[in-house]
């Protein structure tokens, strides 16, 4: 060790993957770890899941007018038919979205500010960071059937996201922390 320096409790500084640069610090000092680290950690991993399961089931139900009534029996649809299934997407596609939300989430925490008010402030990139691996997938996706699906859905897409942000916000925060 050199002298002088202080090391993070991460002890990844001066090899720090959020900031390489010796001399300036490090963004895990302190013990904060990414939020893919924060949300698929073993222990919380499965109640993390469990709360995002129940994060859409209450966004579904929030849904109103004719749009709403689409949303409610595509869900309730899937649901039915393939028992888990939403577990299991919510499971495959947590690491990813952790991934996506990472930079904001370390961007309310290097301002010092609840990361529930920092997300909610900030829908649209939060949006569009989830969007963005939703997309890629679908543009991967072999089946006509789910990309033409995908594709019919994508008009809301982001005003729905947008929607769930304050709740995804709260999520983040209870466990990100």
Known sequence: MTRGVKWPACGKWPVC???????LGC????GMSSLLEALTDEAKKKDVVKDCCELIDAEVKDKGGISGLAIKAGYGTVKGIKPGFIEKAVEDLLPEFAKALDPIYTDAKSQNKPVADFFSSNTSRVADAL??????KAARAKSGVAKSAYDKLRGSAKKNVEQAVPRLGKLIEKYGN
């Not at 969007?131 to 890629?136: K, M, S």
């Open 131 to 136: 969007l963005a691996i939703t997309d890629a």
């Open 27 to 30: 963004a895990n000092a302190g």
């Open 17 to 23: 993957r959020r900031n390489p640069t010796v001399g």
